[in-house]
């Protein structure tokens, strides 16, 4: 378990310390989940995606999984030789295709989600229910503002307009 980071932790921005909770929450229960499911965190993330969404497409994926091209299809190709997932060509255009969770997929998703359950008990053991419940719903608001055009268009308005100097100032 990854330890002696938090010390850090409150001297960084909102957005470092979200990735380092991220990172840290993850690299926990990695080795649990390679144990258990055979299958690593961000495999995981792409099959329950697949689970929710039969007949996604490997282009859908990388957009909800927040993947790279490269990675995503390594991750799918590892799903598909161990026969967790399928895919299936699209009977409208036979050059697409679309994947599909299989009953091993279903039973790998099944160990990860319980194996979730006993990560997330522990997450927010020190936190109340009105706690964990705000910070969800604070996640969700920051999500959707994210995923926004209005958040894009100021985005691309703030940042458009940063210019540096190619020299270091002078004193």
């Given amino acids: 378990m990854v330890r002696n980071w938090s ?3 409150r001297k960084g921005n909102p957005i470092y310390q979200l ?4 990172s840290v929450t993850v690299d926990s229960v990695e080795d ?6 055979g299958l690593d965190v961000r495999t995981v993330r792409v099959l329950r995606l697949i689970g929710d969404n039969p007949g996604i497409t490997f282009a859908d994926i990388t957009v909800m999984g927040a993947l790279e091209r490269s990675l995503a299809s390594r991750l799918i190709q590892n799903l598909v030789r161990g026969g967790q997932i399928e895919r ?3 009977k409208s255009d036979a050059r697409r295709f679309g994947l599909y969770i299989t009953e091993a997929g279903q039973e790998a998703r099944s160990r990860a989600d319980a194996l979730t359950d006993i990560g997330l008990k ?3 053991a020190k936190l109340d229910a009105e706690e964990v419940s705000a910070f969800v719903a604070t996640m969700g ?3 959707d503002w994210i995923d926004s055009d209005e958040f894009e268009q100021r985005f ?6 940063v210019r540096f100097d190619d020299h270091p100032r002078e004193a």
């Fill in 7 to 9: 010390a850090t932790f």
């Fill in 19 to 22: 990735n380092i909770l991220a």
């Fill in 32 to 37: 649990r989940f390679v144990e258990h499911v």
């Fill in 88 to 90: 299936r060509n699209f």
């Fill in 122 to 124: 522990l997450l927010f």
């Fill in 141 to 143: 608001k920051l999500a």
């Fill in 156 to 161: 691309d308005d703030a940042f458009g307009s």
